[in-house]
């Protein structure tokens, strides 16, 4: 298994969850890993990645999520977070890590390597 996402579940909005990544093989050794969700009845859209270019590293989100998720990646662990606060029903979805060469993408059909999804909801 090359990605394996876990940390999701039940919470309440407002709430905060933190989804963990963890990579292996040429899947961490790609320059970007992003977070994707899929709601029900919804196509698969860009959360949140974290490129990088040399020694450094640049997190870029969607802008439903911006100022409330935050990417990081953790190399000694070989690990990519997702920590997200001030959720909201709308955040209810499977979140899915993925991974690529070069630059971040929006684009889910420009990722080669995906983890099996970890389900978030959130509800009252």
């Known amino acids: 298994v090359q990605l394996q996402a876990s940390g999701g579940g039940l919470v309440q909005p407002g709430d905060s969850l933190r989804l963990s990544c963890a990579a292996s093989?040429?899947?961490?050794?790609?320059?970007?890993i992003a977070w994707f969700r899929q709601a029900p009845g919804k196509e698969r859209e860009f959360v949140a990645a974290?490129?990088?270019?040399?020694?450094?590293?640049?997190?870029y989100y969607a802008d439903s999520v911006k100022g409330r998720f935050t990417a990081s990646r953790d190399n000694a662990q070989n690990t990519l977070y997702l920590e997200m606060s001030i959720l909201k029903p709308e955040d209810t979805a499977v979140y899915y890590c993925?991974?690529?060469?070069?630059?971040?993408?929006?684009?889910?059909?420009?990722?080669?390597?995906w983890g099996q999804g970890t389900q978030v909801t959130v509800s009252s």
């Open positions: 993925s991974a690529k060469e070069n630059w971040y993408s929006t684009k889910n059909w420009e990722y080669e390597y």
């Open positions: 093989g040429r899947a961490f050794r790609r320059d970007t």
């Open positions: 974290v490129s990088r270019s040399g020694s450094a590293y640049y997190a």
